[in-house]
């Protein structure tokens, strides 16, 4: 279980992080995404990952931390809160500058071979 | 009295609840009342607390009567009493400049300001890692609200960076933290610091993960160098008022650092000894150097005084990474000053820039102000504080950075950049000084309006702390190595804030 755990956290960071580097606000707002349910779910596992663990004492044989899940519900509600900020002030940008780059200016091309690639979107 | 501890929170949050709710909402004059009210109060309990904390010690207030470590504590000691002293007289001082007309330019200015403050005080005040990180957003979405106040696409353009930047910042600090939780089981500052010292081997080296990552977030505030490249373009196109509060939002970074760095990662940590000052060094020097080549090539005074902020980083993150009591001391008297004098400087632009019709703030030949001698004796006040000249603050806060190298390596590094910084400072200003109030052609421009009262009263007051830091120097200085003793002396910092445990 840890396993695979990890290595979603680790999935959904390394796709966060890829597509917060991208030049156009839209990537950038769901690589944000990304990282904050990447980052709750970490949040979630720094209490240790227990089976049948109730957060109330005396419920169950063994308990789980509930303190990770108060500070993941912290996490959520200040994240979607970011998120929509976000999305808002990319929309603004998109209205005020002509353009959804997150620089504000959509950098020259200098080639044709950089528009077939793709790369620097 | 024991609940002075959460006034400096609990002020701001009111009245900004108060100014969205009707009547006031709907009425300028009103919600200006109420702003200044709110902040001459919040001023006046923040300096009882300071007073109350200097003469009985330091304060632990329990939220909700949870005892520490398992509730969130507040910690009101000395360092953090100092901040939120400055925090409220920034802002009392900066509604003042505000109200004369600054706060038109969009809807709720007044509220946003107010939860501005209250996160920035709450920053200070709390001595939990988590609910550090919670006041942070506080502080941080009532700053990207007021960074865009006004509008402009140079706003809208430079809080696109702004937010980004800090959201990513966000979610690495999450990260960390959960690190610390997993290794530690504890997010009270107090408790962290007695714990990290049993931490061994492999546990050991992920919460030095967890710590540098906190480094990056706290370095991200505090504009250190890889992360300082939104500051001056934020900085410079924010209103006048924003600019001026946001002087001490990079203060909260620097105070976090000191905060983790000296009280948790300090000297009892075991093997995490003083994990940040080997990057805190190249870095804190590296701040200083660009910092100091942005002072020379500013092509205008808010371009400047942004840098200057750059250049005031790097000098305290010098001080973090000298890591001793004398230079923590020097760090918090020049904190004090640098915050006050640049955040005049940034309320100056403003005045200067309204004068000059189309050249702005930009240090070119342009028309003659209506004011002249009131702007050329302020410009001239704040450029002395700024480079450091005597008789002002800024040369008492230098020569205590200074004196406070340890080393011949620490002084042969920390001098001449500290020096060189001032030089660039000071030829800038004089070229600027002389540019904008000596050459000047044509006639005063006609939409030119003079600085009102409230403005004039307002860059005064910030100018004259300058002078008041200095005439109280020696009481002043004293304070801050009181504070710097309690923060290096863990009994005091850590021990004594836990009922029940001791060393």
Redesign the interface.
Known sequence: MEGMYAFCVGLLTACGVFLALRGRSFSVVVGLTLLSYAVNLFLFASGRLKLDGAAVLGESEQYSDPLPQALVLTAIVIGFAMTAFAVILAMRARADLGNDHVDGAIPPQHNDTSKKSGGSQ | MQHLSIFPILIPLLFGAIMLLPPISRDLNSQRICSIIGTLFLLISSAVLLYQISSDGVQVYALGGWQPPFGIALVADRVSSLLVLLTSFLAFSVMLYAIAGKDKGGAYFHPLFMFQIMGINGAFLTGDI?NLF?FF?ILL?AS?ALL?HAGG?QK??A???Y??LN??G??LF??G???L??TLGT?NMADMAIKVGQLENGTATLAKTGALLLLVVFGLKAAMLPMHFWLPRTYASASAPVAALFAIMTKVGIYSIFRVYTVIFGEHAGELENIATPWLWPLALLTISIGSIGVLASPSIKTLSANLVIVSSGSLLACAAINTEAATSAALYYMVHSTLASAGLFLLADVIARQRGKAEDRIVRSRPFIQPRLLGFAFAISALALVGMPPLSGFVGKIMILQATQSSVQTMWVWPLILIGSLGALITFSRAGTTLFWRHNGSISTDAEPAKFTEILSIGLLLFASVVLVIFGGYVSEFTQLAADHLHNIQSSAYNLLPGVTQ
């Open positions: 988590f919670v957003e979405i990207y865009i696409k809208t353009q809080a696109m960076h937010v980004i959201l990513i966000s979610s999450l990260f933290l959960g690190i939780y997993g997010l």
